[in-house]
């Protein structure tokens, strides 16, 4: 079983920046893919960006791209979303996800139900 325990999130003021952490432990972290979904009040789940198990392959949503950058330190077992340029769309709570096996797809694995173990969720509040 894997357990997901992500860190960082807080309140910011529009144009800051924040760094979340997510901590893996059951599974190396090198088998697992690992992305970001978030989900503001209100709204569905969305996905922000994920990194293959090698962190050669990144994918991110058009609304982060530019402003947010995920990497990963597999020897600490840890993924990180630095996130800058905030804005008050990006407030919303922030939820690491994990895959350990993907099937072959044409598009990038950017779905919730791509990914089966979940992290408890952070809350990024960023304020105007």
């Known amino acids: 079983q894997v357990q997901l325990i992500e860190s960082g999130g807080g309140s910011v003021q529009a144009g800051g920046s924040l760094r979340l952490s997510c901590a893996a432990s059951g599974r190396a972290l090198t088998s697992l893919r690992i992305a970001w979904f978030r989900q503001a009040s209100g709204k569905e789940r969305e996905f922000v960006s994920t990194i293959s198990q090698s962190g050669g392959s990144t994918n991110y949503a058009d609304s982060v791209k530019g402003r947010f950058t995920v990497s990963r330190d597999n020897a600490k077992n840890t993924v990180f979303l630095q996130m800058n340029s905030l804005n008050s769309e990006d407030t919303a709570i922030y939820y690491c996800?994990?895959?350990?096996?993907?099937?072959?797809?044409?598009?990038?694995?950017?779905?919730?139900?791509?990914?089966?173990?979940w992290g408890q969720g952070t809350q990024v509040t960023v304020s105007s």
């Open positions: 996800a994990a895959a350990a096996s993907l099937p072959m797809m044409v598009r990038p694995p950017n779905l919730p139900g791509d990914y089966e173990y």
